[in-house]
């Protein structure tokens, strides 16, 4: 497993390769990486019935799964944001390009761009995508908090998790007018800085010493779907027995 | 005039009357040019209550969906029933469904034109004139689910100043492309064939519509040179429109294969949806001919020689179309996916049973009963068949589109759909979009191509050998 995760494919050489790890057997199941993703990225809040119809606009998600059967039930908590797949079966389905993959690994949703086929949503495994079915409102006093750094996307256009992007140009523009590279740790996306037990680690998989290569190299180390070969950036650990 | 379909043949060897013993064959029937004329140009000539009250209906359903599509764009796609996983429904659905429509004109056309087989000969114009608007409200789908449907244009390539140009890789892109090379290439198809029935009509007529045909014949005279030219033009569209019914509909089977989505990535799908699209047009076309024929009352032109025929066709379609389902679905049953066993256990026995069991039987018991020649000839029957056959064919689209989108590889993501007002009146628009465009050209035109019928009489000669009438065929062309 821990090799299969180091052969993640380098489309930026000598440049980062953002990645992030998730500990679930750090998860708690708390959600603060929900609310935190919704207040940093905009993101509209869909209201309980249509939530409920599967039209949620979470960027992040934490996947809740019992197991056993009572009284022996567990819950096991998956955080799923989008992957931002290597070979990211969303981006070549899209007709105007408003999905594609930037130099940095990323994938890139430009909302301006996007007419709304819906065909990248199909197309994501992981059904990590969302779709503004409505014009997205932010009733007070939710409005006075958007973040400026990030585009109110309008109804009829998909959007995703995108790590952050604003944090990570921020900070690389900050350093690179210092003539430094960002340091490990430097760059946290709204998810990673809130959560509680660490479970969620960000940083460059390019560079050997960060903290997510050592974590990605664990053998607690997988990654969802592996097997259809989209090469995910999200790499998660799963090994010791947690009882939640 | 009678509704029954005499069977051909029926009072063949009757010595008694010679005369009229191939009567029933259009072919070989004792008719003038005139007659024959006559017969095509009355109902473009006289419509009746009954056909006013058809428009008025259509275009009340027209301006009901037109409302409920304004509504869509107005709120959003949210007042549809789509959700996530399910992104795609009854829109795609219906987009499917009329393109496989659209295929059986040009199968019937084309195909049968270059075979040279008779029987096509009063058909052909029905049944690209059912492509042509088939093909009109198909097109019309891929605007009509889009997110955000003002910026539709920008998937047509063009130096722009976003500078950007569109994704090729994109089956949307193939579908752009296909759909309107198909579109454009089956209406020039069907306007060739038009012409010298356009001047017939011209000739025929007076006042306004004479103006009319006049201009729309484009000054035909008849004189060989131009038969020979609208020959080799209609010969070559022959040729070449069959790869691009070919391409049409194995790219809109693309539209779903190229994902990873279970149950959509398969490579039978294109093959498997040409055949589809071959066994649902060809029901459609012969719905609709048996519906004309009786509302324009060309019991003369249709005849129980074709709908056997066409009969048989279908029933070869729908046998072929069995196997290609037979041979993915047991593929993918024994391959034991676990996401494609969820969905075949949805299907089986699940919610979507209904569905599935309404699919197998719709497109099943038609080919049992088209074995029939009672029910090939039998108007009624007939229509009932066939029009099984399209509901078959729906229900199969609608569970390859929806089934399969509510099952993927994480259960968390798993969904359900519930179709909207919106949506079905969305969908009732563009039946009811096609029903009136296909019924104002079949007044406005010539329905039955007249000089195609002329052409093939002249192949048939009835001669007299001993006390036999045998009749014998010639080569043309």
């Given at each position: 497993m821990a090799k299969d995760v180091n052969?993640?494919?380098?489309?930026?050489v000598g440049g980062p390769r953002w990645a992030m790890v998730v500990d679930l057997d750090r998860?708690?199941?708390?959600q603060a990486c929900l609310v935190a993703c919704h207040a940093e990225n905009n993101v509209p809040v869909a209201g309980e019935a249509q939530a409920a119809y599967g039209r949620w606009l979470h960027w992040i998600i934490v996947q809740r799964y019992w197991e056993g059967q009572y009284p022996n039930v567990k819950a096991r908590f998956t955080p799923l944001?989008?992957?931002?797949?290597?070979?990211?079966?969303?981006?070549?389905?899209c007709p105007v390009f408003a999905t594609y993959h930037n130099p940095e690994g990323l994938n890139a949703q430009i909302y301006n761009r996007?007419?709304?086929?819906r065909f990248c949503g199909n197309a994501c495994p992981y059904k990590a995508r969302t779709f503004?079915?409505?014009?997205p409102e932010f009733p007070e006093p939710l409005?006075?908090?958007?973040?400026?750094?990030?585009t109110v996307r309008s109804r009829g256009i998909m959007e995703k998790c995108t790590f952050c992007v604003q944090r990570i140009r921020r900070v690389e523009l900050a350093t690179s007018a210092e003539g430094r590279r960002p340091t490990d740790g430097e760059i946290l996306p709204a998810c990673v800085q809130t959560c509680p037990p660490s479970a969620l680690v960000f940083g460059?998989?390019?560079?050997?010493?960060s903290r997510v290569s050592q974590m990605a190299r664990s053998r607690r180390s997988f990654r969802v779907l592996a097997e259809l070969g989209t090469d995910p950036a999200v790499v998660y650990l799963k090994g010791g027995e947690t009882n939640v | 005039m009678s509704d029954a379909l005499a069977l051909p043949g029926?009072?063949?060897?009757?010595?008694?009357?010679?005369?009229?013993?191939?009567?029933?064959r259009l072919l070989l029937a004792q008719r003038t040019d005139e007659e024959i004329n006559q017969a095509v140009l009355k109902p473009m000539l006289r419509t009746g209550r009954g056909f006013w009250a058809l428009v008025a209906v259509l275009a009340g359903i027209i301006l009901w969906g037109m409302y409920s599509w304004s509504y869509l764009i107005q709120w959003?796609?949210?007042?549809?029933?789509?959700n996530r996983p399910v992104y795609w429904t009854l829109f795609i659905t219906t987009f499917v469904f009329w393109i496989g429509i659209s295929h059986a004109g040009t199968m019937i056309s084309a195909v049968l034109r270059l075979l040279k087989v008779d029987w096509r000969r009063p058909i052909t114009r029905g049944a690209e004139a059912m492509t042509a608007f088939a093909l009109v409200v198909a097109g019309l789908y891929p605007l009509i689910h889009l997110?955000?449907?003002?910026?539709?244009?920008?998937?047509?390539p063009y130096p722009n100043n976003r500078m950007l140009w569109p994704n090729f890789q994109s089956p949307l892109m193939w579908d752009l492309i296909a759909i309107t090379t198909y579109l454009v290439s089956s209406t020039l198809y069907l306007y060739l064939a038009l012409i010298p029935d356009l001047a017939m009509a011209r000739d025929h007529t007076g006042g306004w519509r004479h103006r009319v045909y006049r201009l729309m014949a484009l000054?035909?005279?008849?004189?060989g040179g131009e038969w020979h030219k609208l020959l080799r033009a209609l010969a070559i569209f022959s040729v070449a429109i069959i790869p691009i019914f070919l391409s049409v509909h194995s790219i809109v089977s693309w539209d779903f294969?190229?994902?990873?989505?279970p149950r959509w990535?398969?490579?039978?799908?294109a093959p498997y949806f040409v055949i589809g699209a071959v066994y649902s047009g060809l029901s459609a076309l012969a719905a609709i001919l048996i519906i004309v024929r009786r509302g324009m009352r060309l019991q003369e032109f249709l005849r129980a020689e074709h709908f056997d025929a066409l009969g048989r066709l279908i029933l070869v379609a729908g046998m072929l179309w069995t196997y290609f389902w037979f041979a993915g679905f047991l593929v993918e049953w024994y391959g034991n996916d676990p996401v494609v066993r969820a969905l075949i256990s949805e299907e089986i026995s699940g919610k979507m049973a209904p569905l599935f069991y309404l699919q197998m039987g719709a497109n099943l018991i038609p080919i049992v009963l088209l074995a029939f020649r009672k029910v090939r000839t039998t108007p009624a029957l007939l229509l009932a068949t066939v029009l099984l056959v399209n509901v078959g064919m729906y229900t199969e689209r609608f569970l390859i589109v929806v089934g399969s989108l509510q099952?993927?590889?994480?259960?968390?993501?798993w969904g359900t759909y519930r179709p909207t007002w919106v949506e079905l009146s969305v969908v009732a628009m563009t039946f009811a979009g096609f029903a009136l465009l296909y019924t104002v050209f079949s007044r406005i035109v010539p329905y039955v191509p007249v000089w195609e019928i002329k052409e093939g009489r002249l192949r048939y000669t009835l001669r007299r050998i001993g006390r036999l009438l045998v009749p014998t065929a010639a080569e043309i062309e």
């Open positions: 052969t993640l494919t380098e489309t930026n998860c708690t199941g708390c944001m989008c992957q931002q797949c290597t070979e990211a079966p969303c981006e070549p389905v996007c007419i709304g086929t503004n079915w409505f014009t409005g006075e908090q958007l973040n400026p750094d990030v460059d998989l390019n560079d050997p010493d | 029926a009072r063949a060897g009757s010595q008694d009357e010679p005369e009229t013993a191939y009567d029933e959003g796609l949210g007042t549809t029933g789509k997110g955000r449907v003002w910026k539709a244009y920008w998937m047509v000054g035909w005279r008849g004189t294969a190229v994902t990873i989505q990535h398969s490579t039978i799908f099952r993927n590889d994480i259960p968390f993501n």
